[in-house]
């Protein structure tokens, strides 16, 4: 792969944390997925990893009573978090943290519920599920999201373009096996719909990136990211029968 532009990451940055979420989902997914989580208690304790500006954080303290520790490593994004959650006088219920998943530091066997939208990947799924696994307390939940192939034998460009960032990027069976193997058992899954990554992700990062482009419009280094950033919607508009988000609920065994 190329170098990126210096330029390219800067920019990326300032397309993202404008966002209402940094990748696919809804609320109407996250409903279903903590329905499915049925022996709850009445208030739970929540961890939220790689939580981004916290679009399913605020779905989640609207779902459920109970605390949610949001966490993420990128610190403009938690920043963004904290001022939300000062304006709907959220602080009692949600403490965003800027921390690496891989070394979370909190105290083991700790949450009733794990959740984590399109993000456990960044460190490796299965080291994200045994982490999850430690933090959970007997029987607790873990739900999440992950992107899995819908076929054997992808176009080479979709292929390519996950190379970068997801390059053990598998399909349901194996996201299953991995469940299983980190001492889960599985409860249900389901694929999100294709408005999950419409409503709050693309639509809005396609209006975004056209305002970018007024910004920045003297500068055709900015100009060629935004047009390569531009490119991940498109993407999915023709390619997205070849890969889904799938969401994933399992439990930890007692
Ligand atoms: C695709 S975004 C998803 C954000 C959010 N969950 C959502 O669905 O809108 C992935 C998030 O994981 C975060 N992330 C990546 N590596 C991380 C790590 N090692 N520890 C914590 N967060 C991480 C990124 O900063 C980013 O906010």
């Not at 001022?83 to 965003?96: E, F």
């Not at 999850?132 to 819908?150: E, I, K, N, S």
């Not at 993407?235 to 609920?249: G, L």
């Amino acid at each position: 792969m190329n170098e990126p532009s210096p330029r390219f990451w800067p920019i990326f940055f300032e397309l993202y944390k404008s966002l209402p979420r940094q990748g696919p989902g809804n609320r109407a997914c996250a409903a279903r997925a903590l329905a499915l989580c049925r022996d709850l208690p009445p208030a739970p304790a929540v961890l939220d990893l790689g939580c981004g500006v916290g679009g399913q954080t605020l779905h989640l303290a609207d779902l459920i009573s109970g605390s949610i520790v949001a966490l993420d490593s990128h610190a403009p994004s938690i920043e963004r978090l904290r001022a939300t959650v000062a304006v709907r006088r959220l602080a009692a219920r949600i403490q965003p943290t800027v921390c690496d998943m891989a070394e979370p530091g909190l105290p083991p066997a700790s949450f009733d519920l794990v959740w984590s939208e399109g993000a456990l990947y960044n460190i490796g799924i299965e080291k994200a599920l045994q982490i999850c696994h430690g933090l959970l307390r007997p029987g607790g939940y873990l739900a999440f999201t992950d992107a899995v192939w819908r076929t054997e034998n992808p176009p080479p460009d979709v292929k390519a373009s996950f190379e970068g960032d997801y390059p053990t990027m598998g399909r349901v069976p194996d996201v299953l096996a991995s469940i299983e193997r980190c001492g889960f058992s599985l409860i249900d899954h389901f694929t999100l719909p294709d408005e999950a990554w419409w409503d709050d992700f693309y639509t809005p990062m396609e209006i975004r990136i056209e305002e970018l482009r007024g910004k920045y419009r003297a500068d055709d280094e900015a100009l060629a990211v935004l047009d390569q950033l531009a490119q991940e919607p498109e993407m999915h508009r023709r390619y997205s029968d070849y890969y889904a988000y799938e969401f994933f609920v399992a439990r930890r065994v007692e």
